[in-house]
């Protein structure tokens, strides 16, 4: 099945460093989100790209797909300690009309003051 | 005017324990969900209901039954509850865009068994 591998699983970095988490897929995706968790907190949805090769941007965070639409990557630009959480990337089946998701597994950004 | 709501918001319980969480929508969406976050914060689909009929039943045990009364409410009921259902559960709604839905999560369930 469709799987989404993301990487790292941890990152720690000082308070102004930039900040990259990486999602791959081994097939190709119709669309790529997401997520953001708060220690304690619940997944809250940040951006969706559907478009190969598009970039989005939201202040500090940009957000990009591959080309062939099997990766994607979120960029922080100089981290601040509200930056602090997981982050998701997640992907629905092509064709799919459930609104399954699957999720990558995550990745713990943490940042020191 | 919370969108996505959940009780109990903590749930300790011993093993062999039946126990019940709840969840309701107050967006209007169709589609109501609920994901298992274990340990390691990996976030896996158990259940999807759109409006009311079961449409995603992942590989869960049979001890885990869902119900939804209605489009706005979406109910979780565990049998015999194990050691290895400790996590935390989120319940999440959304409405149908072809396969690019984005997910509301509630504020989840964190539930202890001992």
């Known amino acids: 099945g469709q799987q989404v591998m993301q990487i790292p699983q941890y990152q720690h970095v000082q308070e102004g460093e930039d900040f990259t988490t990486y999602c791959n897929s081994s097939?190709?995706?119709?669309?790529i989100q997401w997520y953001k968790q708060r220690p304690g907190g619940h997944p809250v949805f940040l951006i969706q790209?559907?478009?190969?090769?598009e970039v989005k941007k939201q202040k500090r965070l940009t957000f990009q797909f591959g080309e062939a639409k099997k990766n994607s990557s979120l960029h922080i630009t100089a981290t601040q300690t509200t930056d602090v959480g997981t982050y998701f990337c997640a992907s629905g089946p092509r064709g799919g009309n459930t609104g399954k998701l699957i999720f990558g597994q995550g990745t713990t950004l943490q940042v020191k003051p | 005017d919370t969108a996505v709501s959940q009780t109990p918001k903590y749930l300790v319980t011993q093993m062999g324990n039946d126990k019940s969480i709840k969840c309701e929508q107050n967006?209007?969406?169709?589609?109501m969900y609920w994901y298992k976050q274990d340990s390691k914060k990996f976030l896996k689909i158990m259940f999807s209901?759109?409006?009311?009929?079961?449409?995603i039943n992942e590989t869960v045990p049979n001890r885990f039954s869902p119900k939804s009364p209605d489009k706005a409410h979406l109910n979780l009921h565990i049998n015999s509850l194990e050691l290895g259902d400790s996590a935390v559960y989120f319940c999440?709604?959304?409405?149908?865009?072809?396969?690019?839905?984005?997910?509301?999560f509630g504020p989840g369930t964190r539930l202890l068994v001992l």
């Open positions: 967006l209007g969406h169709d589609t």
């Open positions: 209901y759109n409006n009311k009929e079961l449409i």
């Open positions: 097939t190709t995706l119709s669309n």
């Open positions: 999440a709604s959304s409405v149908p865009q072809g396969g690019r839905e984005t997910q509301y």
């Open positions: 790209l559907v478009k190969s090769g």
